[in-house]
């Protein structure tokens, strides 16, 4: 293993997959990534992020990284896995300081590679490391922008584009050249970096990512997610605003609107799936919210049958909802394994045909010789559901009923989130009849765009719902460039 060294990242001997891809089970959408940071020079900082990490694990498994500093160099530790996996307590006593940014990722731009594990780190004309949630859909043209400018790139993630912007810009404060910066960006970037001195955060003008400020006595953090301040005992102060930026450092926390923007765009499927179910989304909690949804889906497409089973953990919500709603009895048809996160161990040739079961596991007692409502927040491709459809029937179910607790995913995410292209979604081009028959199922239905806004209690104006519509709210999002763009640009240049 490489040694901590004040300017560079460590990197941990990872095991390659001896047979393709790694297992995964869940063909829906794939969670993004989870961004946090605290200014908190009396308190362990970086235990302090590996649990607030540890709390946002749900918005990416690729990988991890806590970077520190206590007004000298900082120090970053990142690596593929887990938060769990990549942290022990040797390694955070390692991350001593007075301030910490961490981030757990799914990629949506640049692969899987170590390279592109975040926090990243730079030191050009400043020293920083960031963490980005979002997707830049200009990341090409900045990104040969700076490379004309003689600058140069180790990853090839959008993030490092403005980690990179930022490093060489010559304000003499952070905040002068993030003002500077922002306005260039176009997509959706909720940012958190760390320079020798303070943490600032900003999220993009349209608001696409959450970003919330916490109160951690009378000290500060940010995080995507209210959930991660619950597990630090810090406090949800408030939303920060889109184009909003705050810079919190030893006089408490600063705040100034870098950019504006006149359409608010906040991805309503945060409110669907991404976010925790603890987690306060404009106001709103998030399993309160979903409860709703399976409420309205009882209201729009009511079923005659036995039993009401979720699948779990996305679809207990709107399950239960949709249960309280009908009258019909909810129960535990099918039983989830917990400790499946990621493997590299694939299951040979005598497992493979057992496939999800490793996941999911039907109960022929309780579905056996009964009429099932599936309840579930989404499909994207299709094949789990196809399976889970197939191993209900195997154990005895009679019918089979499937109810989505949001709309038909039709059209790609270009704002941070991994929806497959249409042709690999089973919705596209379809009737709602044809994907049933596809799927194997007697019925499906889906939550209209109205019931979902209804569900939530807040307008369509304000969010973006284009993975259902095509209605994106940036200008340029259907011309931007895939998920290995940058990848592609560098093997040209080599």
Known sequence: MKAVSPRTSVQ??????SDGMPLDARDGPRDECGVFGVFAPESEVARLAYFALYALQH????????ATSEGGPIITLRDLGLVSQVFDESKL?????????????????????????QPIYRSDVREIALAHNGNLINAVELHSELRARGVGFRSTSDSEIIAAMLSTHDADRIE?????VVPRLEGAFSTVIMTRDRVVAFRDPAGLRPLALGRLGERWCVASESCAFDIIGAKLEREIEPGEMVSLGPDGVESRIVAESDRRAFCVFEHIYFARPDSKLEGKLAQVSRRRMGEKLWEESPVDADLVIAVPDSGTPAANGFSQASGIAKDDGLIKNRYVARTFIQPGQELRRHGLRMKFNPLPEIVGGRRVVVVDDSIVRGNTTRQIVGMLYGAGALEVHLRISAPAIRHPCHYGIDM???QEMVAHERTDAQVAAELGADSLAYLSLDGLYEAIGLPRETHCDACFTGEYPLERTETANGKFALEELAVVRA
């Open 176 to 180: 002068d050249a993030v003002a500077e």
């Open 93 to 117: 006593r390692a991350l001593d300081g007075t301030m910490a940014l961490g981030h757990v990722r799914y990629s949506t731009t640049g692969s899987s590679a170590w390279e592109n594990a």
């Open 420 to 422: 497959s292209t249409p």
């Open 12 to 17: 941990l001997p990872v095991a390659a997959p």
């Open 59 to 66: 918005r990416g498994q690729e990988s991890a990284g806590i």
